[in-house]
């Protein structure tokens, strides 16, 4: 298995852009959850999935920011319009009905100027 | 608010030491508890685990405290190696499934 996979890895958007993220998670995972990065708080729950249903959003920080998985092995994190406040790495991690931890992707590093 | 708390950013410790990284939670309900390491431009790696029913856990050099009167844990790295230098994570759960992160303390171990 290639674990949890993001794209792209790196991005850097003007601000007021429209910002797109994705996300393949491990096959036969069935919980998804969209984490970002900041040096001020760490690592912050955005949202999650179970079975492509969101459960949780209470971590979107604001109506600009959405969340999708129109199905088991894509999941989409938009941003419109872009801020410089949302610069930060932002994670996509996958998790199994039966295990406990999560498997992360490799992160993407987000830059708004 | 933080409900999961890592007071320190940063620990230098020198090869061959221990490493002590400490976590504080709010959350009483808590009651899975997880250890995560991440170097450099990579996702967060899992280490170790502990539930509350146990109060240590053990995995080779690794292992984890839990203190569920005072909502402590703390991860020992004995002895310790210039590879376990990262920032490491530690998380919190009631459900198995939405897990609150502290900000993470980076290890530096000095050769």
């Known amino acids: 298995d290639a674990g949890v996979i993001q794209s792209p890895r790196h991005e850097v958007t003007e601000m007021g852009q429209e910002v797109t993220l994705r996300c393949k998670p491990i096959?036969?995972?069935?919980?998804l959850f969209w984490y970002r990065q900041t040096m001020m708080r760490g690592l912050e729950l955005l949202i999650y999935f179970n079975n492509n249903v969101p459960i949780d959003d209470s971590g979107m920080p604001e109506d600009r920011f959405s969340a999708k998985m129109p199905n088991a092995s894509f999941s989409t994190l938009k941003i419109q319009p872009s801020e410089p406040r949302d610069s930060a790495v932002y994670f996509c991690?996958?998790?199994?009905?039966?295990?406990?931890?999560?498997?992360f992707g490799s992160g993407t590093r987000l830059t708004v100027v | 608010d933080q409900q999961v708390k890592q007071n320190s950013p940063s620990l230098s410790v020198q090869e061959g030491r221990i490493s002590i990284l400490n976590c504080d939670y709010t959350?009483?309900?808590?009651?899975?508890f997880l250890w995560y390491k991440k170097y450099p431009a990579e996702g967060p790696t899992f280490l170790i685990s502990?539930?509350?029913?146990?109060d240590k856990n053990e995995d080779g050099r690794f292992t984890v405290f839990l203190n569920k009167s005072a909502k402590h844990l703390s991860l020992h790295i004995v002895p310790s190696q210039p590879g376990d230098s990262a920032v490491y994570f530690c998380a919190a759960s009631y459900n198995f499934n939405k897990f609150y992160f502290g900000s993470g303390t980076k290890l530096n171990v000095k050769p």
């Open positions: 959350n009483s309900m808590f009651d899975y």
């Open positions: 991690a996958s998790k199994g009905r039966d295990t406990y931890g999560y498997t």
């Open positions: 502990i539930s509350s029913i146990k």
């Open positions: 096959s036969g995972h069935d919980y």
